[in-house]
């Protein structure tokens, strides 16, 4: 195509005026790339916990929500540990609309050989867990054996590597994949290996021993059959167990959730700012330019270029830009975000899922259309007017 | 060839007085011959350019006609029209028409290139040297002399071998001697090689390489 390197040629020999356009366009593209990537990470997070969680109602002693955060233990892993009478189990299962319950035990290591940080060792019942089992099936075909782990994607051991808790050497079966949440960074094993880690860290002076009853457990995850309410339940189960408190998953998640609409917000705001402000800019530009290449485009109609060609060749010109900026701009944006996203996870302190490299690359081949399509319409104006004036006419004014 | 006027005007909103407009050029009719030199001289601001442009093309009358092989130029679609202009026309205008972010070739071949034509590269050696731009060939046109510019344009006007030529005042900036060499190479243009020739100058040695000469008194032509 001879007018296509026309364009080209325009642009490389003004390359300052290109850049500049090229800038502007990437600031769109940044924008609109980074923005929805955040949004959209958070949003994972969010999906991704909620479903971790699992349950409507989860039952901790009484005593815990004075120890411990459960917002910061699912959301950012923090450590922590309370126990209560295996029996509420059962007294749960009692409960009319209960369809589910499965235990859970929680005990906060010391510094552990494979971790610079304290890690939280969760124990689960492979029979009846519905929360962790199903996610750690994707990655181990089988049951956790005795003294078998699985480790959360941030924990730094790999598959049949040995770590070292409480001085009882477990084997690593599985790594999970990432959640998004605190469950990261959390090992889990079966009840048996639990029951023998607690009785290391009694051993090493660590208590947990409860008054009554041999066998402890920390949290009970209940869901509700169908049709139930999920508030009866909670009450009823309340009202049933002393000492013991339901806490509902949602109001534990609202905080989140109104947060990461929080965000949305503003950075839905700040997508909506850069682009009127950049697009102010662009249509200024571009009345700029064309003004100053007013002479150009007269000298190329004055030897025979029709208004379609003139036309063509600066919507193929400010696309060009546009590529060039989209491209520049989308990659900024990935290059600042993927490799930082533990960085943004800690300072937004939200659970935070980055989207999978196809969804990425989709998002990101739609914010380089987006953008090329808007450098190319916003020199449409610009060019409209310029070839509405005859050639002659345009020939005078350019003078 | 044959470009034909008939009762053709221009008006222009008057800036000051009493009447609304103004014709910058009166109704006239006129003929541009194959193989003559028309020369058309006249005070600045008389309708000089307004009239050349509206021969090439360039400039929508307000009223008449012009007419090239019978075919009315403002009548044509501006696809047509600007097709035509590339193939029949080549224009030398009034001021700088080089692109300055082409080479002195490029600028050349550019209406070609327009329009992918071949390139008529043999040409345009050949009118670089004529005119004395070989040695600028590969020059960025950002760089030129205003002389130089306007030679350039007269280059590019004439490699494309249009059957008309027109070219307003296309020895303004240029010293005697090149004048000279413009002129007569219009004038071989005419006279060896069948082309019509439209040429606005004050240049009073013009008149000696003309074959008709015009003349324009406050937009009303008359023929000398
Ligand atoms: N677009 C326009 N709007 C209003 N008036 C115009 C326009 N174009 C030309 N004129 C007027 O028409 C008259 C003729 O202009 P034109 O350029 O044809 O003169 P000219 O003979 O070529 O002058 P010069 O020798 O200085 O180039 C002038 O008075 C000019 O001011
Ligand atoms: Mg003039």
């Known amino acids: ?113 494979c971790c610079s940080v304290k890690i939280q060792v969760i124990g ?53 994949e990432s959640t998004g949440t605190g469950l990261d960074t959390a090992v889990y094993c079966s009840m048996d290996t639990m029951n023998a880690l607690l009785k290391a860290a009694e051993d090493k002076g660590v208590s947990h021993k409860i008054e009554s009853g041999d066998q402890v457990i920390s949290a009970v995850y209940v869901k509700v059959r169908d049709g139930y309410s999920i508030d009866t339940v909670n009450s009823q189960l309340t009202g049933r167990l002393r000492k013991v408190t339901a806490v509902r998953t949602r109001s534990m998640l609202t905080g989140v959730s109104d947060s990461l609409a929080g965000i949305s917000r503003t950075v839905t705001a700040l997508i909506v700012a850069v682009w009127a402000l950049a697009l102010v800019i662009l249509l200024l530009a571009y009345a700029l330019i064309i003004r100053e290449r007013n002479r150009e485009f007269a000298v190329l109609r004055l030897i025979g270029a029709s208004r379609r060609m003139l036309s063509g060749m600066v919507l193929t010109e400010s696309a060009l830009c546009g590529l060039l900026g989209g491209l520049a701009g989308t990659g900024l944006a990935a290059l600042a975000l993927f490799p930082f996203a533990q960085l943004i996870e800690s300072a937004l302190n939200l659970p935070y899922l980055m989207p999978d490299a196809g969804t990425a690359l989709l998002l990101a081949a739609g914010t380089v259309l987006l953008t090329v399509m808007v450098a190319a319409l916003s020199s449409m104006a610009a060019a409209c007017r310029l070839s509405r004036v005859d050639p002659g006419t345009a020939l005078r004014e350019g003078t | 060839m044959n470009l034909n006027a008939e009762g053709l005007s221009k008006q222009y909103p008057r800036k000051t007085g009493t009447a609304n407009y103004f014709y910058a ?56 029209l600007s097709r035509l202009r590339s193939e029949k ?81 296309p020895t303004g900036d240029l010293d005697d001697e090149n004048t ?37 008194e406050s937009g009303q032509l008359s023929e000398a």
């Open chain 1, 1 to 113: 195509m001879k007018r296509f390197s026309l364009s080209v040629r325009s642009l490389l020999r003004k390359p300052g005026r290109t850049a500049a356009l090229a800038l502007l366009t990437a600031f769109l593209a940044l924008a609109v790339f980074g923005g929805s990537v955040v949004v959209l990470s958070l949003r994972n997070g969010l999906n991704s916990l909620e479903a971790r969680l699992g349950a409507d109602i989860i039952l901790v002693p009484s005593e815990a929500q004075s120890k411990v955060s459960f917002q910061n233990m699912f959301l950012q892993g923090t450590t922590g540990a309370f126990y209560m009478d295996a029996s509420v189990l059962d007294k749960a299962l009692e409960v009319n609309g209960v369809e589910k319950a499965a235990p859970q035990t929680f005990l906060a290591s010391l510094k552990a050989d």
């Open chain 1, 124 to 176: 689960i019942d492979p029979e009846t867990d519905f929360t962790v089992q199903p996610w750690i099936s994707r990655s181990l075909a089988r049951e956790l054996g005795n003294m078998d782990v699985a480790v959360g994607c941030k924990v730094e051991a790999g598959v049949g590597e040995i770590i070292r808790i409480y001085d009882q050497r477990c084997k690593v079966v599985a790594q999970l």
């Open chain 2, 89 to 169: 026309t080549g224009v030398v205008p009034q001021g700088g028409s080089v692109i300055d972010t082409l080479t002195v070739l490029e600028n050349i071949l550019l209406p070609a290139q327009l329009y992918g034509r071949a390139l008529p590269v043999d040409a345009a050696q050949q009118w670089l040297e004529r005119l004395g731009l070989a040695p600028l060939r590969d020059v960025r046109a950002a760089g030129l002399s205003g002389g130089e510019r306007r030679r350039v344009a007269i280059a590019r006007a004439l490699a494309q071998d249009p059957v008309l030529i027109f070219a307003d005042e």
């Open chain 2, 25 to 80: 050029v009166n109704p006239l009719d006129l003929a541009v011959r194959s193989g003559e030199v028309a020369v058309l001289t006249g005070r600045s601001g008389s309708g000089k350019t307004t009239l050349l442009n509206m021969l090439a093309g360039l400039l929508r009358p307000s009223e008449g006609t012009v007419r090239l092989d019978g075919v009315d130029l403002y009548a044509l679609s501006d696809n047509d």
């Open chain 2, 180 to 216: 000279r060499l413009v002129l007569s190479a219009f004038r071989a243009c005419a006279h060896e090689n069948g082309q019509a020739v439209f040429i606005v100058t004050h240049e009073s040695d013009a008149l000696q390489y003309a074959d008709r000469v015009y003349r324009m």
